[in-house]
């Protein structure tokens, strides 16, 4: 079965850093793209970073450039996403998930859940200000 499995949400006060992690299982994590998601109460999903299956390649979504840092070991089948400078803004329920096809695919400049075929349970992440 495929699994995704996200840990390392909690509560921060702004300014602080989490590090969540997504351990992928059932499928060949290596050629597929990988990307974070989120959905804060009341707000639609927001694509937040993505990473490509082999080459590296990475988009971060504006409001997180410079603060959060996307990476991936495909030895381990883990993601992980830094998560530094935390805002109240940043509070949200993250979600990982995989696309399969090499590329982070964009649409109008940013990610699009609907493009991913895996789904994580997700992890609270909450920022007090």
């Known amino acids: 079965d495929v699994q995704l499995q996200a840990s390392g949400g909690g509560l921060v006060q702004a300014g602080g850093s989490l590090k969540l992690t997504c351990a992928a299982s059932g499928f060949s994590f290596d050629d597929f793209a990988i990307g974070w998601f989120r959905q804060a109460p009341g707000k639609e999903r927001e694509g937040v970073s993505c990473?490509?299956?082999?080459?590296?390649?990475?988009y971060y979504t504006d409001s997180v450039k410079g603060r959060f840092t996307i990476s991936r070991d495909n030895a381990k089948n883990t993601l992980y996403l830094q998560m530094n400078s935390l805002k109240s803004e940043d509070t949200a329920v993250y979600y990982c998930a995989a696309m399969s096809g090499a590329v982070c695919y964009l649409r109008n400049s940013m990610l699009v859940g609907a493009y991913y075929d895996y789904w994580g349970q997700g992890t609270l992440v909450t920022v007090s200000s």
């Open positions: 990473i490509s299956a082999r080459n590296g390649s990475i």
